[in-house]
Structure formats: structure tokens, C-alpha cells
């Protein structure tokens, strides 16, 4: 096969000579002579591919005024040398310094994305014969972005494939972190039960904590190899709660009394008034009951004892005591020995509402309302957010309102925070 003739050449005055400048010269002589390009194809091949042939933008900036001096669109043939003055090269290349655009010069020509074909004493010039016609030229070869075109597209293609598929997990990861935090809120929302048959975890705290053991391993940026393994196992995960909802809801451990089935689907409305499960595991009832014997409920009338009885019998929320610390971890500050029973919740709560400015009257208009516990959990979550809530005694009062209307759930309060300090974690494991 006839090839280009172009003789070898070597750099003018102190640039040395590599091999790769060797190989990049001998890829461009074994080009066909009917080889040709696209310059402007070529060029964006290599703007896509760029990180892989070891180019900066700024580099293709200059490539990109480099090409401007060639006359045709299509390269092909011997004629492909340019030769501007860096001046004008300086000036294509939107004022780019002197010492920045050789800089970025022997870049290209280290990426063997051109040829250097310097005259004897290294200025460029064309000599033309009598005719007018080029003899020979010295300057920049683009000869390589012909020879090379089909191996840049090649790069580019692969590049936008490997992008395609980071796209890709990088949604399907969102998609994931979406369902398993929808379904953690439904299963406390709904006391679903997370052990069947002595299998499976112990509460959905358990379940949180896998979830965000997952997420806080989640780099700010990432390969595509390092996030495939993290979306299996999101999308794992993912597939193992929703089973438990699904176990849950089966036709068979449903109820087929008919208005059962009605306030069920009725409850599970987004605008409609929740009302949670009662959970039977042992030592939560003991630690509710517990909460008459706090000395800020009502004493002392038949009617308060009546309050003080039904407060007895109320069933227990479904709400882990270690999920109500770990979203709300700032009342542990305010306990004289520690959290351990939610009889120790609402007697710290019943500390932390004086500090907070929040009156005694409003404390106990809010056990009244949502019972000791719930109000003890809302006292957290309103010192958990600190300054967000100006006036947490008129706060308190209002969810107070809210609760008698039985238009108030503590699942979403408990949820919104614990997202909120899940994403500040993952915000400081990727910093």
C-alpha cells in the first residue's frame, strides 16, 4: 500500500526528541493517501475523549486555532502542515499568553495530536516555487488527526457509552434511595412488623441503619465502578423492605371485616390522619404506662384520673426509642443520667421544655392532646431543630391544635430529621 512521504524531523533547539515523538511521526507516514477527515468530526471526537489522550481544555483550545488555519474542511493528502505566527495563533486562541500557548503546544504534540516540522532555525515559514505552489512548509503537522481519526472516535464512543451507564446507575441509585425512604416512612407510619417468623431485622431503626450504612459510602464523585456495587446493594435492600410491605398487605393477613378495609385504605391517603399500629414488643407498654407517674400530668380530680387511665390504656406508638434519639440526639444533653426508657424521655423532655421557654400549661395541654410520649418526642424534635422554630411554646400549641383535630402524626416530624441528618452524613463522608 503507497503511503505518505514525509521525511522525519526533530525538534529546533533545546525540545528533545522522544520515542513517542518517533511513533507518532511513523503513524502519520503509514497513513493512506486517500485517507481523509473531517476536521471538525475529528476535533470533537477528541474534545469528548480528551481525558483518555491526556489533553486539557485549554489544550484544544489551541488545537481548535490551529485547524482554523487550514483552509479546507476535509484533511487528506500532503498539504497539512500550518504555519501561523504565535501572534496570530495567540490571537485565534482568544489572546492566549506566549509562554501559555507553547506550553500547552508541547501538550498536543506529547498526545501525538501533531507533528512538530520546524525549519533550521525553527521559525515557521512555507517556501513556494515559481508557480505560487507550496514546496514545502515548516510549522504544525495535523497529519495525526487524519492517520489517528478512527481510533479517536473510537475513545469518543467510549466515553459517552461509559457516561451513558454512569447516567444510568447514577439515577437508578436516586431511584433506590427514594423507595427505601418511603418505605421505612410507611412501615413506622403503619407499624409494619419487620421480623417474620423470627427472621429478618429487629425494627426498622435497624433497617435505617443498614440503609444509611449504604448511603454515607456514596462518593460526591464517582466511577462507574465504584457505584455499581453500591446500587446492588441499594437496590437490594430496596427489594427486602418492600417485601415486608407487601407480606404485610396480603390478602390473607388482612382483615376481611369491610369497614376495616375501608379505614385502611382510607388512613393510607397522604392528606388523611394516620393512625399508627400499636406495637407489642415487650418492655414498651411497661415504659408508657410509667408516664402517669410523671409529676407534670394533671392530678388530683376524677376527671384527671379518668385522663391518667385512659393514658394507661392507650395503645404505644409504634416508634423505636432509638430512633427517636437518633433523630433527635440533642435532649440527651438534658437527661441526669441518661436515656434509656421513654419513662426517661418524657421526664427529661419535661426539663429540656423549661430551657426551651416553652410554659407548663402548654406542656400539658400537649400530653393531654398527643399523650406523654408523643408530646416528649415533639419536645425533642423542637429542640433538635433549634433556631429553625422561633417560638417553640406557640409551636407546641399549635401541633397541640392539630392533634386534637387528629390531623397530626409524629412519623413525618421523626423522618424529615432523620433524612436531614442522614444528608448532612453523606455531605461530610464526601468532603
Known amino acids: 500500500m503507497e503511503t505518505i512521504h514525509q521525511p522525519p524531523t526533530t525538534p529546533f533547539g533545546r525540545r528533545s526528541l522522544t520515542l513517542a515523538h518517533v511513533a507518532s511521526q511513523a503513524a502519520s507516514k503509514a497513513r493512506p493517501p486517500e485517507k481523509v477527515a473531517h476536521k471538525w468530526n475529528v476535533f470533537r471526537a477528541i474534545c469528548a475523549a480528551r481525558a483518555r489522550l491526556g489533553v486539557s481544555e485549554r489544550a484544544l483550545t489551541v488545537l481548535d486555532a490551529l485547524l482554523t488555519f487550514h483552509p479546507e474542511t476535509v484533511l487528506g493528502g500532503e498539504d497539512l502542515v500550518v504555519f501561523p505566527s504565535n501572534r496570530m495563533l495567540s490571537l485565534r486562541a482568544h489572546g492566549m499568553a506566549p509562554a501559555t500557548l507553547r506550553r500547552h503546544l508541547a501538550v498536543l504534540v506529547d498526545a501525538g495530536l501533531i507533528v512538530r516540522r520546524d525549519s533550521p532555525n ?20 495535523l497529519s495525526p488527526l487524519v492517520a489517528r481519526a478512527d481510533e479517536f472516535e473510537a475513545l469518543a464512543e467510549a466515553v459517552r457509552a461509559e457516561e451513558r451507564a454512569l447516567k444510568r446507575v447514577r439515577e437508578r441509585i436516586t431511584i433506590c434511595r427514594r423507595d427505601i425512604g418511603k418505605i421505612i416512612e410507611t412501615g413506622l407510619e403503619e407499624g409494619v412488623p419487620t421480623r417474620r417468623e423470627g427472621q429478618g431485622p429487629a425494627d426498622w431503626t435497624v433497617v435505617h441503619e443498614m440503609f444509611r450504612g449504604i448511603v454515607v459510602r ?7 465502578a465504584e457505584l455499581e456495587p453500591l446500587a446492588d446493594e441499594l437496590a437490594a435492600l430496596s427489594a427486602e423492605v418492600f417485601n415486608l410491605l407487601e407480606t404485610h398487605v396480603n390478602p390473607q393477613n388482612m382483615s376481611a371485616n369491610e369497614s376495616q378495609t375501608e379505614r385502611h385504605i382510607h388512613n393510607s391517603k397522604s392528606n388523611s390522619p394516620i393512625d399508627l399500629e400499636p406495637s407489642h414488643q415487650k418492655g414498651w407498654v411497661g415504659d408508657f404506662g410509667a408516664m402517669n407517674d410523671d409529676p407534670c400530668l394533671p392530678q388530683g380530680s376524677e376527671t384527671q384520673d379518668e385522663e391518667k387511665a385512659s393514658h394507661r ?13 437518633e433523630a433527635c440526639p440533642d435532649i440527651v444533653d438534658y437527661a441526669k443520667d441518661g436515656i434509656q426508657s421513654w419513662r426517661d424521655l418524657i421526664a427529661t423532655a419535661a426539663l429540656a421544655r423549661a430551657a426551651l421557654g416553652i410554659s407548663a400549661d402548654a406542656w400539658r395541654e400537649a400530653q393531654e392532646t398527643m ?24 409551636y407546641l400549641r399549635a401541633l397541640s391544635a392539630k392533634a386534637r383535630a387528629k390531623e397530626f402524626s409524629i412519623g413525618p416530624v421523626l423522618m424529615a430529621l432523620l433524612r436531614g441528618k442522614l444528608g448532612k452524613g453523606a455531605r461530610g463522608a464526601a468532603g
Open 122 to 141: 525553527g521559525k515557521r515559514f512555507a517556501r513556494k516555487d515559481g508557480a505560487g505552489e507550496v514546496e514545502i512548509a515548516f510549522g504544525f503537522d
Open 218 to 224: 456514596i462518593p460526591r464523585t464517582a466511577t462507574l
Open 313 to 325: 390504656a392507650a395503645p404505644v406508638k409504634a416508634y423505636p426509642l432509638g430512633m427517636v434519639l
Open 371 to 394: 399523650g406523654a410520649g408523643d408530646a416528649a418526642v415533639m419536645i425533642a424534635a423542637i429542640l433538635q431543630k433549634g433556631e429553625a422554630i422561633s417560638s417553640p411554646g406557640g
